[in-house]
């Protein structure tokens, strides 16, 4: 088993920045990559970001790309996502998630899920 707990959310204007943290927990050393994505209310579940767990490699969908970026610190068992020129579309709640296999980078091949985290951007 595998616990995420996510922290940073909140309410910013449109242009600034946030940094969201996911802690993970349990049996870390069977995770093969993490991941966030997010969903605003009656969308779907979109993935934003991944990073291997132990090489860290880094991936970015199109709409966030030059704008976010996902971390890691290794030892702490953490990832990050670095939120700059949040949009008013930016807003949703946002997951961490945790893959175990090497599998394509959508929602159903995660196989651990945060609680999710509110961003709300302002126009």
């Known amino acids: 088993q595998v616990q995420l707990v996510e922290s940073g959310g909140g309410l910013v204007q449109a242009g600034g920045s946030l940094k969201l943290s996911c802690a993970a927990s349990g049996r870390t050393a069977s995770v093969y990559a993490m991941g966030w994505f997010r969903q605003a209310p009656g969308k779907g579940r979109e993935v934003l970001a991944s990073i291997t767990w132990s090489g860290g490699s880094t991936g970015y969908t199109d709409s966030v790309k030059g704008r976010f970026t996902i971390s890691r610190t290794y030892a702490k068992n953490t990832v990050y996502l670095q939120m700059n020129s949040l949009k008013p579309e930016d807003t949703a709640v946002y997951y961490c998630?945790?893959?175990?296999?090497?599998?394509?980078?959508?929602?159903?091949?995660?196989?651990?899920w945060g609680q999710g985290t509110q961003v709300t951007v302002s126009s």
């Open positions: 998630a945790a893959k175990l296999g090497d599998s394509r980078h959508v929602a159903p091949n995660y196989n651990y």
